[in-house]
Nanobody, 126 residues
């Protein structure tokens, strides 16, 4: 079965850090662009970051710029989202999505991703 699996979510205090991982089952990520999205209760899904298949192109939403960093660990075939200086408003279910087009361009939020993960909960609270 082809699927994405996110991990690394949890409960953290404001100002803390978490690192999310996105791994593939049944295929490899090295030719896929990866988007990271989140959805808080009662809110629309928000695109927060993308990474091209090579990792050379990355984009961030203004809400996370300077605090979140996306990277690729090709040795482990995973894409990482390092989240620092977390705020209560970062609380959401976080999803990764894979696009076989491999790009991270201006339309990255709206392209039809080929695979989605099941999501991992991130809660920022004291």
């Amino acid at each position: 079965q082809l699927q994405l699996v996110e991990s690394g979510g949890g409960l953290v205090q404001p100002g803390g850090s978490l690192r999310l991982s996105c791994a593939a089952s049944g295929f490899t990520l090295d030719h896929y662009g990866i988007g990271w999205f989140r959805q808080a209760p009662g809110k629309e899904r928000e695109g927060i970051s993308c990474s091209s298949s090579s990792g050379s192109a990355t984009l961030y939403a203004d809400s996370v710029k300077g605090r979140f960093t996306v990277s690729r660990d090709n040795g482990k075939d995973t894409v990482l989202l390092q989240m620092d200086n977390l705020k209560p408003e970062d609380t959401a279910v976080y999803y990764c999505a894979a696009d076989r087009g491999g790009l991270c361009g201006f339309s990255w939020r709206s392209i039809p991703y080929d695979y989605w993960g099941q999501g991992t909960q991130v809660t920022v609270s004291s």
